[in-house]
């Protein structure tokens, strides 16, 4: 306990800016507790790195990340470099390989900031989103055929196997039962998609027999756009498939007040790997360079990362920061203010300072 090693990958992007911004107030937690030491090591694998060497990472990237305790990740994407290429060279590359399967992402409106949905507090909107992470849509199973002629096809198949289902609704309880309303959502389509969403719904029936403290529902996840908005206070835990639970994530994060403040961490519960972290708002091209990116969402993000070490008094130190600031006014541009990322991260760490050892 107290000492750890960080793998840091800014990668693309706002990335480098908001890794950097979590790394000086990680340092500022550290000046605070002398038992807290974090040695991090910064790789430079990312798109740039892909235009010097034709790889995301190096053929021995996942050997150089085994030994960590964990992953701090910005983001992948790039604008010379296509989607498919940045995501399955590096992200995916570091989650399926060390069996990362359970994305879980809180979202709550912070202190200080307001939900674009009318009449809805801070406590209105409370939930985490558990996503299914290691196969699903996002399976890479499929292929083309018949390329550049008129009878190209593209095949995606979504791959559910039993087990993949049964341990991420099983997960998805565990953490509800932990919560205080005992309340899980399980969300599917299985009315238009038959066969693996059916199994689905059928695991968590049987699931659901093992936790009959935990209240549980289902959803189709047309419906449950339309609950989040309408009826936040009705939700609390929520668990979803790979696609499913990417796309209700990024519309939470949005109704909490800006994807800017999301957090994600990739988890193998087992910890036969390192897990790893990252803000979900990915690499905002749009903003690059311009110093305006929110590294609130990089901040939280090392919260759940440091819970994950089991320092869950720096962790709750470090929020506690983040939810001063926020309640202070001190906001980047996507949370309507001027601030600029150097700005907040100087006074989550002016806070940290001041707060009791």
Not at 3 to 31: C, F, K, N, T, W
Not at 218 to 242: F, G, H, Q, W, Y
Not at 250 to 268: C, F, K, M, R, V
Request: net charge negative; with cysteine.
């Amino acid at each position: 306990m107290g000492s750890y090693r960080i793998a840091a990958i800014p990668a693309d992007g706002i990335g480098p800016e908001v890794i950097d911004a979590g790394v000086e107030v990680l340092r500022a937690l550290e000046r605070i507790d002398p038992a807290l030491h974090l040695e991090v090591t910064r790789f430079p694998w990312g798109s740039d790195y892909y235009r010097e060497h034709g790889v995301m990472m190096p053929a021995d990237g996942l050997d150089a990340l085994r030994s960590f305790d964990a992953i701090y990740f910005g983001a992948v994407g790039d604008r010379d470099v296509p989607d498919h290429i940045t995501l399955w060279g590096l992200r995916l590359a570091i989650c399926q390989p060390f069996d990362q399967y359970a994305n879980v992402r809180p979202t709550r409106i912070l202190p200080g900031l307001s939900s674009p949905l009318r009449d809805c507090a801070p406590g209105d909107l409370d939930w985490v989103i558990v996503r299914e992470n290691s196969e699903g849509e996002y399976a890479g199973m499929g292929g083309r055929a018949h390329r550049g002629h008129a009878i190209e096809v593209g095949t995606e198949v979504a791959v559910f196997t039993r087990a993949g289902v049964e341990r991420i609704i099983r997960f998805a309880f565990e953490l509800a039962r932990l919560r205080p309303r005992k309340h899980l959502t399980v969300v599917t389509k299985s009315n238009a998609q038959r066969h693996g969403m059916v199994l689905w719904d059928e695991v968590a029936v049987e699931v659901a027999r093992d936790y009959p403290d935990v209240k549980w529902d289902r959803e189709l996840v047309d419906a449950m756009t339309v609950r989040m908005v309408n009826a936040p206070k009705s939700i609390d835990t929520v668990v979803a498939t790979n696609l499913h639970a990417d796309i209700l994530s990024d519309l939470a994060a949005a109704l909490a007040g800006s994807i800017g403040i999301a957090p994600t961490s990739n988890l193998d519960p087992s910890r036969r790997f390192p897990s790893m972290f990252e803000p979900i708002h990915g690499s905002a091209f749009d903003i690059v360079g311009k110093g305006i990116a929110n590294p609130i969402g990089a901040f939280w993000t090392a919260v759940m990362m440091l819970e994950h070490l089991g320092e869950t008094d720096n962790a709750a130190r470090l929020m506690r920061a983040i939810e001063h600031v926020t309640a202070s006014g001190i906001r980047t541009p996507d949370l309507g203010g001027t601030a600029r990322t150097t700005d907040v991260t100087a006074a989550v760490c002016e806070t940290l300072a001041g707060a009791p050892a």
